[in-house]
C-alpha cells in the first residue's frame, strides 16, 4: 500500500511513494532546521542552503556546515531516529 490509501502491486507507483516521502521529510527537515539556525548561523542564508544541508545531512553523505542553536541540535539528534534509520 502507498501511505496506507493506494493499494498498488506495481514497482512504480511504491517507488513514486517513497521518492514522494523523501522528497517530503527533505522539505520539512529544512524548514525546521532553517526556521532554527537563520538568525544565527552565518552558514544559512536562504532555504535552499538548509535544504541541502538537509539532503546531504540525511543521506548520510555529510553536513555541509554546522548547526549553531541547541534546538537545531536537539533536532538533528532526533532526525535519525524519527525517520526510523537507527531500527
Keep these: 500500500?502507498?501511505?496506507?490509501?493506494?493499494?498498488?502491486n506495481s514497482m512504480g507507483v511504491q517507488l513514486a511513494g517513497i521518492g514522494f516521502e523523501f522528497?517530503?521529510?527533505?522539505?520539512i527537515t529544512a524548514?525546521?532546521?532553517?526556521d532554527l539556525e537563520y538568525a544565527t548561523n552565518p552558514n544559512v542564508n536562504?532555504?535552499?542552503d538548509t535544504?541541502?544541508?538537509a539532503i546531504l545531512t540525511?543521506?548520510?553523505i555529510g553536513q555541509p556546515f554546522e548547526v549553531v542553536t541547541a534546538?537545531?541540535?536537539v533536532r538533528i539528534f532526533f532526525?535519525?531516529?524519527i525517520h526510523g534509520q537507527f531500527d
Design 23 to 27: 522528497v517530503c521529510i527533505f522539505i
Design 31 to 34: 524548514g525546521v532546521v532553517y
Design 46 to 48: 536562504d532555504l535552499n
Design 1 to 8: 500500500t502507498l501511505f496506507g490509501l493506494v493499494k498498488s
Design 58 to 60: 540525511l543521506t548520510g
Design 71 to 73: 534546538g537545531g541540535r
Design 51 to 53: 535544504l541541502y544541508w
Design 79 to 81: 532526525i535519525p531516529r
